[in-house]
């Protein structure tokens, strides 16, 4: 049995004693620390030679001038280099300009910025040294008075009325840096998907003028690009695939996003594993032999369904953990998703490869608003 016996009671008026700096109380245990008081002041150059403080005057505008080359760059390479110029970068190898581009321009605009701010506050803005003492939180009416005075005459002392440049360099690179913000938040929404999740490229072939013209497309598998015969699908499988020409037919940007869109995940399940409601039936009537196909995007925002629980047969999302039930039709038994994982059905042709019967019967990805249109 623990035996507690209460400390002792330390006397309010214990003695104190002085040791090295430390006040100690009784026991030894420390209470607080003897204010060692400030260091000798060490003026700056800025503080006493005028030529000094035009150079620091000049090293704070300049900064301030790099931060807004930086936010030009960033905004000429977003809107005139194209996303598909690559360009080989020493030590990284090859890359996208566009992104080399903007991740150096956003870099340049901030670390300007940061960079003024700093060398202006260690060369020219105010260098007392004061002391306050803690104080309840909300301050005196009389103190607040005062913060407003010395706020007041802080913008007065740290020379922003007196060195015009500063002023007009800081506002021009915090104001030109808010651009890039706007501009993401405009201009990379994108354009509203319309009719674009809808078609893909299991739709068939896309003619000049924009109709696209059924074809039945093979399972190709990613990234090997070889069709799949359905004999190598085995019981547990999953594999990801794409449809036949897709990697050979498309470049660049058209090409990821088709691969976005398009892209697909086929498992193999044992045909009584399928569960005997109408969405089940409907899954095996729509696979072959048990393997099944279902796009890999998932319909609550869009990332990518990825892992495949083989003994229950679910389907999990990453990004937000929605579920899938393969056994039947692939109906939300978990998670923010709204709806099931659009199938494609499948078939094979006459030498056993698996072939797209028909496009998606609905847009694949997340739900939006003009979806039913
Ligand atoms: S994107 Fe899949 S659950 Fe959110």
């Known amino acids: 049995m623990t035996d507690l016996t209460p400390e002792p009671e330390r006397p309010a008026d214990s003695a104190v004693r002085l040791d090295q700096g430390h006040v100690h109380g009784s026991g030894g245990i420390p209470e607080r620390f003897q204010d060692p008081g400030l260091p000798p002041h060490v003026h700056r150059a800025a503080d006493l030679d005028e030529k000094a403080a035009k150079r620091a005057e000049r090293s704070v505008a300049g900064l301030f001038a790099l931060s807004m080359l930086g936010t030009v760059l960033f905004l ?22 566009s ?8 870099a340049l605009s901030l670390l300007g910025i940061g960079l003024g701010a700093v060398q202006w506050a260690k060369t020219l803005m105010p260098d007392h040294e004061s002391v306050e003492e803690r104080h309840p939180l909300r301050s005196a ?10 706020m007041t005459d802080g913008a007065e002392t ?13 506002g021009g690179a915090l104001g030109l840096f ?7 938040l405009a201009g990379s929404l994108g354009p509203l998907p319309r009719n674009d999740l809808s078609v893909t490229f299991w739709n068939g072939e896309k003619q000049a003028d924009g109709s696209w013209v059924a074809k039945k497309r093979r399972l190709h598998l990613d990234p090997e690009d070889r069709p799949i015969k359905a004999s190598d699908v085995t019981i547990g499988s999953v594999f990801h695939v794409l449809p036949e020409g897709l990697q050979s037919e498309l470049h660049g940007a058209a090409k990821l996003n088709e691969i976005t869109k398009s892209t697909v995940l086929l498992m193999r399940l044992n045909p009584d594993d399928f569960q005997d409601t109408d969405k089940g039936r409907k899954a095996r009537d729509w696979g072959y032999q048990g393997i099944v196909a279902y796009s890999k995007v998932c319909t609550h925002v869009g990332c990518p369904v990825g892992l495949y629980e083989q003994t229950t047969h679910h389907l999990l999302c990453p990004c937000h953990q929605s579920t899938f039930d393969v056994t039947n039709d692939c109906e939300v038994i978990f998670g923010p998703a709204g709806r099931p994982l659009p199938q494609l059905k499948i078939n094979v042709d006459s030498e056993g490869y698996l072939i797209a019967e028909q496009p998606f019967q609905e847009p694949v990805g997340p739900s939006f608003w003009e979806r039913e249109s």
Do not use: C, H, W
């Open 76 to 97: 000429v390479a977003y809107f005139m280099v194209d996303v598909d110029t690559q360009t080989f970068v020493p030590l990284i190898g090859t890359m996208s300009l």
């Open 158 to 170: 740290s020379q922003l009325t007196r060195r015009p440049i500063i002023k007009a360099t800081m």
């Open 178 to 184: 808010s651009l890039p913000l706007l501009v993401q």
């Open 141 to 150: 009416d009389v103190d607040r008075e005062g913060f407003v005075q010395t």
């Open 99 to 106: 992104n080399l581009l903007l991740g150096l321009g956003m």
